[in-house]
C-alpha cells in the first residue's frame, strides 16, 4: 500500500505542477517493480486528480456549462486531443513502458517552461477558436512521458498573451474531458486491476486527490507571482537524474 500511496502523492503534485505526471510514474513504477497495469494505474491515479480539479475550479465549470462558447471550446480541444490519442494509440501506450526518451523530454519541457518568461503579461481574457485548435494539438503532444500537460497547455496560452489566470482555469478544465476519454478506453484494464488490488489502487486515489488540491493552490499562487519558469529547473534535473539512471 505505501508504494501505491507514494506514487498517489507523486501524481497529484506532479500533474498540476508542470513536471510531467506520466515520466514520474513510468520512472517510479520501473523503480518498484510494477508490472503489466502501468496503463490501467496511471489512469486510476489521473481519477483521483481529475476529481481534485473538479472540485478546486467547481465554480469555473458550472460557468463553462452555461456558456455555450466555452463548452464548443472544450468540445474542439477534446475532439483534436481525443483523435491524434486514438490514433497512436498503441505508440503512446508503449512509451508507459519506456524511460528511454524520458531525458529527452524532461528537457523539451524544461525549454517550454523557460520560455514563458517573456509571456506572463498577457492581458487577454477570452479564449477563442484558434486558442482551442492549438490547444487541442499541444495537449496531444503531452501525452508523451516526460512531456508535462500542464507545462503545454498554460505556456500555449501564455503565448496565445492570454492572462495568467484564465490560462490556468481554462488549461485545467479542458483536462476533464481528456482524462475521461483516457479511462474509458481503458476501462477494462481498470476494471481488472481493480479487482486484482483494489485496497492499494483506492490508497493511490486517495492520495492523488488530496495532493493534487494542495498542488493546484500553489500553482496558482505561482503562476500570479509570474514564476512559472521556475520549474524548468526541475524538469532539467530530472533529465539529467534519468539519464544518469539510464545508464
Not at 514563458?116 to 512521458?145: C, S, W
Request: aromatic share 14%; net charge positive; glycine share 6%.
Amino acid at each position: 500500500m505505501l508504494k501505491y500511496s507514494l506514487l498517489g502523492i507523486v501524481q497529484g503534485l506532479t500533474e498540476f505542477f508542470p513536471v510531467s505526471s506520466s515520466g514520474h510514474l513510468v520512472l517510479l513504477q520501473r523503480v518498484f517493480g510494477f508490472s503489466g497495469e502501468e496503463v490501467a494505474l496511471s489512469i486510476v491515479l489521473h481519477l483521483g486528480t481529475l476529481l481534485a480539479v473538479t472540485i478546486f475550479f467547481f465554480p469555473d465549470i458550472l460557468k463553462a456549462l452555461r456558456t455555450p462558447r466555452l463548452l464548443f471550446y472544450i468540445f474542439v480541444v477534446t475532439l483534436i486531443t481525443g483523435i491524434i490519442g486514438i490514433l497512436a494509440k498503441d505508440f503512446f501506450e508503449s512509451l508507459f513502458s519506456s524511460i528511454k526518451f524520458l531525458p529527452l523530454a524532461w528537457f523539451f519541457t524544461a525549454g517550454l517552461l523557460l520560455a514563458t518568461r517573456k509571456f506572463m503579461a498577457g492581458k487577454r481574457e477570452a479564449v477563442n477558436f484558434k486558442d482551442a485548435v492549438i490547444l487541442g494539438l499541444t495537449q496531444a503532444v503531452a501525452i508523451v512521458p516526460g512531456i508535462s500537460r500542464s507545462a503545454m497547455t498554460i505556456s500555449t496560452l501564455l503565448f496565445r498573451k492570454l492572462d495568467a489566470k484564465n490560462a490556468f482555469s481554462f488549461s485545467f478544465i479542458v483536462s476533464l474531458p481528456a482524462i475521461l476519454g483516457a479511462a474509458l478506453l481503458e476501462a477494462r484494464k481498470i476494471d481488472f486491476a481493480i479487482k486484482a488490488n483494489p485496497i492499494n489502487l483506492a490508497s493511490g486515489f486517495i492520495f492523488s486527490l488530496l495532493a493534487g488540491l494542495a498542488s493546484l493552490w500553489i500553482l496558482k499562487k505561482i503562476l500570479i507571482k509570474a514564476k512559472f519558469y521556475y520549474f524548468a529547473y526541475y524538469c532539467l534535473a530530472a533529465a539529467v537524474i534519468t539519464f544518469i539512471f539510464l545508464k
